[in-house]
């Protein structure tokens, strides 16, 4: 709480600390402009010379209009007093009573006020020391006009209201006369102090060198001694001046110009100069315009030199500023003479280049150009350049320091003098190295697209993250989405492919690839169109690396239409594994098959039975009917024995008219029975074929694992067997390889 109290009454003091420094730097403003005024008002009255009529330079007014100027509308009441105060102060140490001291003030005064209002209203007084023109309306304003003001206002001042009435004319001129030439000295001083840039301490510190003393000295003493010994002595008293407006600043000059206005005022008041007689009122005016024609001069040369300084300075400015521009700027460039000579490089030139300016410059521009080149530029595009005046688009070639070429596209334009005479030329020099490199990756990126669209196999391009960026025609095709569709999608999103046998989904290959950053394995697999078809395609995934960093950047995806393909070689593979005739898997399927059942039933310790069956007198049949009829009898028979036996069952055509039927995985021999007494019963329903009605059986023989045998050849060799004593047997029936209790004659 407490800390809180201090704040609220440290935000309380504020205002009244603020208001307090305010008021305290008004006072001292106060203070400075009344001492100033009064200073420069003493210093005047002290110079005058009353007893022999000459006019006295008054240098308070110029301080006092100066004052206003800076003081504004806020404060320019309080300096207006300070000034009143000052010029009282002034005549009443010089011995003037309240009431003359009041006289002499007013005129002042208004001179002051008129020359302040005058310079408030334009900023011609700104530009004093570097405008000559500017100096001249300035001296005018702020000079003449308040000086001849305040000469009319002491004549109603002084000569109407005084007790003993001066001759008018005479007060006039004098006032006219002692007001101009003092403001004229002062004035200059005081507005390149108001319109400095710095602080006022540097520009004193710049006006107090050793220098700036020694010429003031010169021209004090110059002065001094033109007056008291020289004929036409005001001829001399610029002459210093004038050396310092060329050598130093405007600031300077004024203070030069105040210098011997008080040394020339100083002089003749104190009688140095032999004064001549004086017949009339007007005389005396002779005596100080040659003071004044002695200290304007020098202050509008400074102007002027000063103003062709700053143009100067700013025209070295600026030649240094394009000099920076054409060294720096980002673009090759050269200027040669009329030889061929290198005058100038910019900075770019010179790092494509590989050279220093210095191993540049002076050399023949030739001289960094292959020799093909070389030839061109002199035969072909310098006398065109010479006769024209300019040149565009030069196709070049030029040789770096290390030796590597450059191609370039040059352009130049030549100077000309007032005769037509060719001069200096500057040569723009376009680097069209890695735009001609473009050109030809954009050709041989057409040229592969073209190769893209056309070849048959689809192929998909995709980021280091997977997503799509190209889809070539053939995979719009394959897949039924558009090259704008699938563009920034993920590849598994578009491709979606599943098994070929199982027809689960497969995961995203691409996504894959670019995790192990490997090529994928190829592989084939049904790819879904998005009408809901299906084809077989083999498919390669290749990832893609950048050849600088060896950083992946992403994958190119090939896949290739193998239905037509697959489908051949899946009826290949039916065709080498079943029967032409009955569509039955034929010897070797059934060894393949027999082998399988076999590992089965070792590995879980159970049985299996495989049987052998023969049409009865089927060779009857192929006699009596033909063999077209007995190729239909197989078929159905073969049917027929299919409708018999489990889905895992296999039935097997060896040939003619003999059958084999796996039977894996039975519990017992009896199961085999069972399934021999049901294709005993299939095949006893009688076949109409064509006119014929037709009725077979089968003799059968049966073999069991493991008690008949523990392989396929002693199965199958000792099903054979037992068939063939079924036959021997009456067929139509069926016959173990060994005798079991099951072993029944027919169904």
């Not at 101009?180 to 400095?196: D, E, F, K, N, Q």
């Not at 040229?447 to 998909?460: E, P, Q």
């Not at 037509?564 to 029967?579: F, G, N, S």
């Not at 009917?625 to 159905?636: I, K, P």
Request: charged share 20%; with cysteine.
């Amino acid at each position: 709480m407490l800390e809180q109290k201090e704040e609220l009454l440290d935000a309380a003091d504020t205002p009244a600390r603020t208001g307090t420094e305010a008021a305290n730097r008004s006072a001292w403003r106060w203070l400075v402009t009344a001492v100033g005024c009064a200073a420069l008002a003493t210093l005047s009255i002290n110079l005058s010379c009353r007893e022999v009529g000459l006019a006295t330079l008054w240098y308070a007014n110029a301080f006092g209009a100066c004052a206003l100027l800076q003081a504004g509308k806020a404060r320019g009441p309080s300096t207006l007093s300070a000034l009143l105060v000052a010029l009282l102060a002034a005549n009443g140490l010089a011995g003037a009573d309240l009431r003359t001291a009041v006289l002499y003030a007013l005129p002042n005064l208004g001179e002051m006020v008129v020359g302040g209002w005058l310079l408030s209203r334009t900023a011609d007084w700104r530009q004093i020391h570097r405008s000559p023109l500017a100096a001249w309306h300035t001296w005018l304003r702020a000079a003449l006009l308040p000086a001849v003001l305040g000469a009319c206002l002491a004549v109603l001042s002084l000569g109407l209201g005084a007790a003993t009435q001066p001759p008018l004319l005479g007060l006039w001129l004098n006032w006219l006369e002692g007001s101009l030439i003092g403001t004229s000295a002062v004035l200059p001083l005081c507005l390149v102090l108001l319109a400095r840039s710095g602080p006022l301490q540097e520009t004193l510190r710049g006006l107090l060198e050793t220098e700036s003393l020694v010429l003031l000295a010169l021209s004090v003493g110059v002065a001094v001694l033109a007056l008291r010994y020289l004929p036409f002595p005001f001829v001399y008293l610029g002459l210093p001046v004038l050396l310092v407006a060329v050598r130093q600043s405007y600031a300077h000059v004024a203070l030069q110009v105040w210098g011997i206005s008080l040394a020339a005022g100083a002089t003749i008041s104190r009688g140095g100069l032999a004064l001549p007689r004086i017949l009339d009122d007007w005389h005396a005016l002779l005596l100080h315009l040659p003071l004044l024609a002695a200290m304007l001069p020098p202050l509008l040369l400074s102007s002027a030199m000063e103003s062709s300084r700053s143009r100067q300075r700013a025209l070295e400015r600026e030649r240094e500023r394009l000099r920076h521009l054409y060294e720096h700027t980002p673009a090759m460039l050269h200027s040669i003479d009329t030889q061929g000579r290198i005058l100038a490089v910019s900075q770019r030139w010179l790092e494509r280049l590989g050279y220093a300016a210095e191993e540049v410059v002076g050399r023949p521009a030739t001289a960094f150009l292959d020799t093909d080149s070389r030839e061109r530029m002199l035969r072909q595009a310098w006398p065109v350049l010479m006769r024209t005046g300019e040149i565009r688009d030069i196709e070049l070639r030029m040789v770096c320091r290390d030796g590597q070429l450059v191609d370039v596209l040059l352009s130049s334009t030549c100077e000309r003098d007032a005769q037509g005479r060719a001069g200096r030329s500057l040569a723009i020099v376009e680097d069209v190295t890695r735009k001609r490199l473009a050109e030809q990756l954009a050709m041989q990126f057409q040229r592969m697209s073209v190769m893209l669209a056309s070849i048959g196999d689809a192929v998909v391009g995709t980021d280091e993250r997977g997503h799509i960026v190209s889809f070539n025609p053939a995979a719009e095709s394959m897949t039924g989405w558009s090259a704008a569709q699938a563009t920034g999608l993920r590849y598994g999103q578009v491709v979606r492919r599943v098994g070929l046998d199982d027809g689960e989904p497969l995961p995203d290959p691409v996504l894959a690839c670019l995790g192990a950053g490997e090529c994928a394995q190829a592989q084939s697999s049904r790819l879904l169109h998005r009408d809901g078809s299906r084809r077989v395609v083999r498919e390669t995934i290749t990832p893609m690396h950048d050849p600088a960093s060896g950083a992946l950047i992403g994958a190119v995806a090939t896949f290739q239409d193998t239905t037509t393909a697959h489908e051949l070689a899946r009826t290949l593979v039916r065709q080498a594994q079943h029967d032409a005739l009955t569509g039955l898997p034929n010897r070797l399927l059934l060894q393949d098959r027999l082998h399988q059942a076999l590992q089965l039933a070792r590995r879980t310790g159970g049985s299996l039975a495989v049987m052998f069956l023969d049409l009865d007198h089927f060779k009857q049949v192929n006699d009596r009917q033909g063999h077209d009829v007995g190729d239909e009898l197989l078929r159905r028979v073969a049917q027929s024995v299919l409708g018999a036996v489990r889905a895992s069952d296999t039935v097997c055509r060896l040939g003619g008219d003999e059958f084999v039927v796996l039977l894996p995985q039975i519990h017992a021999a009896e199961d085999a029975a069972e399934v021999a007494r049901h294709i005993l019963a299939a095949v006893s329903t009688p076949y109409q074929i064509e006119a014929a009605c037709l009725q077979v059986t089968f003799s059968i023989g049966i073999a069991v694992f493991p008690d008949d045998g523990d392989d396929e050849a002693a199965l199958m060799r000792r099903a054979d067997t037992a068939m063939y004593a079924a036959k021997r047997e009456g067929r139509n029936g069926l016959r173990f390889h060994r005798v079991h209790d099951t072993d029944l004659g027919s169904p």
